[in-house]
């Protein structure tokens, strides 16, 4: 079963209001998660890793000011996206590592479309 | 700095017949690599992983790839190739000496099995 759970999988906004997309580890904790922003073309982008207690790393060329994170349990991170605007519009999805196994296990991704 | 390139946008194979999709990877330490299949609006499925051992690694689906250290590679491979393997690949490496998880993935390859 899955073991990361990302909420919700489908949202509209229209431009200008802010979006909140919640990544949740089910039945173990995390010290870090991973954002990434997948493009229509298919490529997979980090956007940054998400500490829990401190602030998160971004990656760069990403606006901490427009994704905004959150880490504020060891199971739960948020990204919000303030201030939408189309060009935002895309796959988001969250990750993390369950022991030191090296593997990511992936949220099932949340479209986010913006009018 | 890690880098990994999938040098095709898409494969095609006729059901039954063998598939590979090429990966190759840059990083200064060592290379922890990995495989994940992604379906239709869906997150990253893990298929497997080099850490280090043999060269030749087995993993989900019938799936195998092949750990080269002079040519950089880690090409996924299947004897069979079935209908339902089409789908999204990405292969993706770690730098096993910073510590961390922080993981880049490669652009992706489309795989058609054809029936």
């Known amino acids: 079963g899955a073991v990361v759970s990302q909420h919700p999988s489908r949202v509209i906004c229209k431009s200008g209001t802010s979006v909140k997309i919640e990544c949740r580890s089910l039945d173990f904790q995390v010290t870090t998660m991973f954002w990434y922003r997948q493009f229509p073309k298919q490529s997979l982008m980090l956007m940054a890793t998400s500490n829990e207690g401190s602030k998160a790393t971004y990656e760069q060329g990403v606006e901490k000011d427009k994704f905004l994170i959150n880490h504020a349990s060891l199971t739960l991170s948020t990204l919000t996206v303030t201030s939408a605007h189309p060009e935002d519009s895309s796959f988001y999805i969250c990750s993390a590592n369950r022991g030191d196994t090296g593997e990511l296990f992936f949220g099932e991704g949340s479209r986010l479309t913006v009018l | 700095a890690q880098s990994v390139a999938q040098p095709e946008d898409q494969v095609n194979v006729a059901e039954g017949n063998p598939l590979t999709v090429k990966c190759t990877y840059s990083?200064?330490?060592?290379?922890?690599l990995f495989w994940y299949v992604q379906y239709p609006n869906r997150g990253l499925q893990f298929l497997l992983k080099y850490i280090t051992g043999d060269n030749l690694v087995k993993g989900s689906y019938g799936f195998e790839a092949e750990f080269n250290k002079s040519q950089t590679s880690f090409h996924l491979k299947k004897p069979s190739a079935l209908v339902s393997d089409s789908a999204l690949y990405f292969c993706?490496?770690?730098?096993?000496?910073?510590?961390?998880?922080?993981?880049?993935f490669g652009a992706g390859t489309r795989l058609f099995v054809k029936a």
């Open positions: 993706a490496v770690r730098d096993g000496n910073t510590g961390g998880f922080k993981t880049i």
């Open positions: 990083v200064s330490g060592n290379p922890y």
